[in-house]
């Protein structure tokens, strides 16, 4: 019986896979035209340079893709990768990378909104295996004005015929699934680097929107990490039949840190929160300074994790120069249109420096990057310039009144100020105090 469960399995795991490869899109170059796509998260688009089956991208090429969700009825996410690399010449500077540039090879790709590029981070130009700098990202789809457009030239020189260009992988994440490689879990979707330094693992997490992982606040370790590693362990049974994680005995980065110098264990680490502009705040843990830390040198350590086998973790305080892979979270997009939540994609993306005090930390801030829908921000100024606009016609309205109403008000002697005669004042007899002295007139304006 079990051996017929497990030829089962092996059955299902096979006909997925092959409708899989069957339902992968190669998206080859079509010279001077438009490639319009459709994604979805069963599995990749994949954009190619080059025609067809020919070794390499040819000269005076000129190529277009455009992708958007397939059923595009609700926001969504893209997974965006770049596996290959490979332009004939690697000499191109940034200056020169230009798709009005003929003298080069470039492709390009822009996040669009109505055909007009959103804003967004996604506005990326390369012309050489130098140039790209991020293989990695995800991009929210708030409805379906947005798309991605990819664009590839050539020149007309042909340094190597068999240079592939670029190969840009696309894939639509799935509805409380998140990805293959990725693990759905309350609300988020979190994924693993490669091994990377604590500050290249801060910065790459915008890349993803996303931040470090910290454990959720008001949770404590036992209550998150069990159910945590055992959905992990359930996806096993799911396609593509393994854990998309390898969570167990591995060292990982973490968002907390510690300033040094600091005596081992330490009772506390400092995080930066998304949700609170990336100001500072405390978490109570057990943090044990690693030996390789050169506390004389190094201003802060950078805290990693180890999860057990009984879904324990334990963190030490690792050196700003050791490399690790890093346990990245972001968050799902809302599923509801219009309801965007900008401050969900709020990154924290810089390691902060030493504070000279802790108790400071709740005023401190890391640099903030905000993955905010363009809808949102053209709202915002829509509404400063109506309020601008208000502000201004009332004081104008205001003034004019007030300029008829002192034109309009006559005087005590039934003159207006324009008609009063000039000529000393004369004060009447039943005006004078009780000193026969004058009483003085008084300074207040009897027009207002």
């Known amino acids: 019986e079990k051996s017929m469960k497990q030829s089962t399995y092996f059955t299902v795991a096979l006909l997925l896979l092959f409708f899989v490869l069957v339902n992968a899109k190669d998206l080859y170059c079509i010279d001077r035209a438009t490639y319009n796509q459709t994604v979805d998260f069963r599995s990749d688009s994949r954009v190619m340079t080059y025609v067809k089956d020919e070794p390499g991208y040819q000269v005076n090429l000129q190529c277009k893709w455009i992708l958007q969700p397939t ?27 230009s798709l009005s540039n003929p003298n080069v090879d470039v492709f390009s790709m822009k996040l669009k909104m109505n055909d007009i590029s959103a804003a967004s981070s996604l506005n990326e130009f390369w012309c050489s295996n130098n140039s790209v700098k991020v293989k990695s990202q995800i991009v929210n789809l708030w409805d379906s004005s947005y798309k991605l457009a990819l664009e590839f030239r050539s020149d007309d020189k042909q340094v190597r015929s068999n240079a592939k260009g670029v190969q840009v992988d696309v894939q639509v994440l799935g509805r409380d699934y998140c990805h293959s490689t990725m693990l759905f879990f309350e609300g988020s979707c979190y994924l693993i680097t490669p091994e990377i330094t604590p500050a290249e693992a801060f910065s790459i997490s915008k890349n993803y929107l996303g931040n470090l992982f910290t454990v959720p606040k008001n949770r404590n370790d036992s209550d998150f990490f069990r159910p945590f590693v055992q959905r992990n362990n359930d996806r096993s049974g799911e396609f593509p039949f393994e854990s998309p994680l390898s969570l167990v005995g591995r060292k990982m980065w973490t968002g907390y ?59 030490t305080c690792e050196s700003l120069s050791s490399k690790l892979p890093a346990l990245i979270e972001f968050k799902q997009i809302p599923a509801t249109k219009g309801d965007t939540h900008p401050q969900l994609f709020t990154t924290c993306d810089t390691l902060p420096e030493k504070q000279l005090d802790t108790s400071s930390a709740l005023t401190t801030h890391s640099r903030v990057t905000t993955a905010e829908p363009q809808s949102t921000r053209t709202v915002i100024v829509i509404v400063v310039v109506v309020l601008f606009v208000a502000i201004l016609i009332a004081v104008i309205v205001v003034a004019i009144v007030i300029f008829f109403k002192r034109r309009a008000n006559p005087q005590s002697d039934g003159q207006t100020e324009a008609e009063t005669p000039a000529g000393p004042e004369k004060v009447p007899l039943n005006a004078r105090g009780e000193d026969g002295e004058a009483s003085q007139p008084s300074k207040t304006d009897p027009t207002v």
């Open 257 to 315: 840190f510690v300033d040094l110098p600091a005596q081992s264990p330490v009772n506390g680490a400092l995080f930066m929160n998304p949700a609170k502009k990336c100001c500072q705040e405390k978490r109570n843990m057990t943090v044990y300074i690693s030996s390789t830390v050169n506390q004389a040198v190094e201003p802060v350590c950078a805290v990693a994790m180890v999860i057990t086998s009984g879904s324990r973790v334990n963190f």
């Open 71 to 97: 059923n595009y009825d609700k926001p969504s996410q893209m997974y965006i990768r770049v596996p290959v690399i490979d332009f004939d010449v690697n000499n191109v500077t940034e200056a020169q990378c």
